[in-house]
């Protein structure tokens, strides 16, 4: 299986480097940055302008709506966007950047750790955004590369027609009731899923026996969040591991489904978004931003996917916990990006891919 994974990963590489999803602008990098807050005036708008492609792995139903609200908010851009799996999409970006082809003008994945890694690359650049005073900044990178959008936890979903009693602890999934009945989402695939790996591996009591623990228990491993959300509402599973904005997003819209968050802490990441060094169209890019950032949009995450605000002052979708009132799993993005890959390659030697 891991010499399938290889493989796979290699026709990405390639195919990557080969085609591009293209945006472009006229725009040179010495332009100020926009005012993209309420009362936006003509000029600035104005300077808002020409195409702009985003990379993400976001949710497609919520960033289609994105793009298409900045377009209506300044008709002369254009953004676009390239979406798959965080793994994928870094993947992407490495085969552009070894050809010189670089598409992407933002990047929006899902974890601290993969924007350390960019910064690495010298694929980031900062940006003082005019927004920093709206949002919690403990998202926020200290030298503003990059900036969390919507801070959300690992968790447990679970199927209540399947279930009686919620579980408490991530070892409730190592109970025979869980053997052979629980589904993941693949490190190798998905970043809030290697940051789960990350954080849980290095959390008191846990650790890699825990991961262990999950293997021995049959545990089924999929690509990414939207696969474990479908097994556990089908019932294919009575629990799962994700993220707490798909389960509660799933919940609303009627699947038979509870999310918990274990006593042990959860692990927290929050979607950055991250202006690349080399888009040619800055002053859009750095508008785009600024609107993902801002209350309309974090307004529509919430009520569309079920994320919870990075801006201060704003409710929390329905059934989740305020940042402050659950124990978060944060190690330093830098740590977590030196023993990365290292963590991945013993996590698919463990569940032999």
């Given amino acids: 299986m891991k010499k399938k994974f290889s493989m796979f990963l290699a026709m990405i590489l390639i195919a990557s480097a080969l085609t591009g999803c293209g945006g472009s602008g006229s725009t040179a990098e010495t332009t100020p940055p926009a005012d993209s807050g309420e009362g936006t005036g003509d000029s600035a708008a104005a300077a808002v302008s020409g195409d702009i492609m985003i990379y993400t792995s976001a949710e497609d139903a919520f960033i289609s709506e994105v793009c298409a609200m900045f377009n209506e908010k300044y008709p002369d851009a254009n953004a676009e966007y390239y979406r798959s799996g965080t793994e994928e999409v870094i993947s992407k970006i490495m085969a552009e950047q070894m050809t010189n082809s670089m598409q992407a003008d933002l990047i929006m994945v899902s974890d601290a750790p993969t924007f350390e890694s960019l910064k690495a690359n010298d694929l980031l650049q900062p940006y003082d955004s005019p927004e920093l005073e709206n949002i919690y900044t403990e998202f926020v990178d200290p030298e503003h590369y990059y900036y969390g959008t919507f801070p959300a936890a690992m968790g447990i979903v679970y199927n209540t027609n399947l279930v009686?009693?919620?579980?408490?602890?991530?070892?409730?999934?190592?109970?025979?009731?869980?053997?052979?009945?629980?589904?993941?989402?693949?490190p190798l695939y998905s970043g809030t899923a290697a940051n789960a790996l990350m954080e849980l591996t290095r959390a008191d009591g846990l650790g890699w026996d825990y991961y262990q623990g999950l293997c021995d228990n049959e545990v089924m491993v999929v690509n990414g969040n939207g696969g474990v959300i479908n097994s556990v509402?089908?019932?294919?599973?009575?629990?799962?591991?994700?993220?707490?904005?798909?389960?509660?997003?799933?919940?609303?819209?009627?699947?038979?489904?509870?999310?918990?968050?274990?006593?042990?802490?959860?692990?927290?990441?929050?979607?950055?978004?991250g202006i690349t060094s080399t888009t040619d169209n800055l002053t859009t890019a750095q508008a785009f931003l600024d609107f993902m950032l801002s209350e309309e949009v974090q307004t529509l995450g919430r009520d569309l996917i079920g994320k919870a605000p990075v801006r201060k002052g704003m409710e929390n979708p329905e059934g989740s916990l305020a940042v402050e009132d659950r124990v978060n799993l944060i190690t330093d993005a830098k740590v977590l990006y030196e023993t990365r890959e290292q963590d991945k390659e013993q996590f698919a030697e463990m569940f032999g891919f």
Avoid: H, Q
């Fill in 233 to 273: 509402a089908a019932g294919e599973n009575a629990y799962g591991i994700v993220c707490d904005s798909n389960a509660l997003a799933a919940a609303a819209s009627g699947s038979p489904l509870a999310f918990a968050y274990p006593e042990e802490g959860v692990p927290a990441t929050a979607d950055p978004i």
């Fill in 164 to 186: 009686s009693e919620a579980p408490t602890s991530w070892k409730d999934l190592l109970s025979e009731d869980a053997r052979a009945n629980t589904v993941m989402p693949n």
